[in-house]
């Protein structure tokens, strides 16, 4: 099968910056794959022209079948994204917000109805859906964030260090999601500060200055710099160590 993202030596250039600096990778369908990398590192320029929003300043990029350069409004119907910031509207209700999202996917009146009660019955917050989102707890908006970018069943979805600021109780169930999201196929990419959380991913590569300087496993990161959490290959990696020979 092909896989869901495929990139070849894509760059991205601001006048005599490069922000990205010729990476390539491939993510398969149904992967978890973490996308990890200090800030100004090029990990969300990146994101940015995976997900059609940016055009590369040269190279190749296929998302869900659809090139970044010439389809990217044909990505952007096949993949979710949830920001870095809580990206739903707090000035209106829980379901007023379902309904707004189901609406900008193209979703028809019964399969939005249908959608809205699996999910509240997921999330088990049917008993707020009248109330303002900016009333809920961080922990449910970003699990409610999460669940609507997912709500049009898309091939794969962009999570752009979705549990900053949150306790480790809500990250835990938040993952839980993601791992849920991803038994069904849907294939995830995910930025995070959060080192710890590299380990609930297959794979994961490491930005370093707009180039990717590791990926693979946790276990094989791990093994490859002989460390013994994730914190220590990024330490080591953001010093200037290399991948052995």
């Given at each position: ?93 829980v379901g007023e917000n379902i309904w707004f ?68 109780i809500t990250r835990r169930a938040f993952w ?70």
């Amino acid at each position: 099968m092909p896989n869901a993202i495929e990139v070849r030596n894509l760059t991205k250039r601001f006048g005599q910056f490069t922000a990205v600096n010729a990476i390539s990778f491939s993510v398969e369908k149904g992967e978890i794959f973490g996308f990890l990398g200090a800030n100004g590192a090029g990990k969300t320029t990146a994101m940015r022209m995976l997900t059609g929003l940016s055009h590369p300043t040269s190279g190749e990029a296929k998302v869900a079948g659809f090139d970044v350069k010439t389809q990217p409004e044909e990505i952007k119907r096949h993949i979710g994204y949830m920001s870095q910031k809580f990206s739903l509207y707090e000035d209106l209700t829980v379901g007023e917000n379902i309904w707004f999202f189901g609406n900008i996917y193209g979703l028809s009146r019964k399969e939005i109805k249908a959608r809205t009660d699996q999910l509240l019955e997921d999330l088990q917050i049917g008993n707020v859906k009248r109330k303002m989102v900016g009333e809920l707890p961080l922990g449910w908006k970003q699990k409610l964030a999460f669940a609507l970018a997912t709500f049009h069943q898309p091939d794969i979805v962009f999570l752009d260090e979705p549990t900053g600021g949150v306790d480790p109780i809500t990250r835990r169930a938040f993952w839980e999601m993601i791992y849920a999201a991803a038994h069904r196929g849907i294939t995830i990419f995910v930025t995070t500060h959060y080192m710890d959380e590299a380990e609930y991913c297959d794979r994961v590569s490491i930005m370093v200055d707009g180039n990717i300087a590791a990926m693979d496993t946790p276990t094989g990161l791990k093994t490859t710099f002989d460390a013994k959490s994730m914190d220590e290959v990024f330490i080591k990696l953001a010093r200037g160590d290399k991948e052995p020979e």
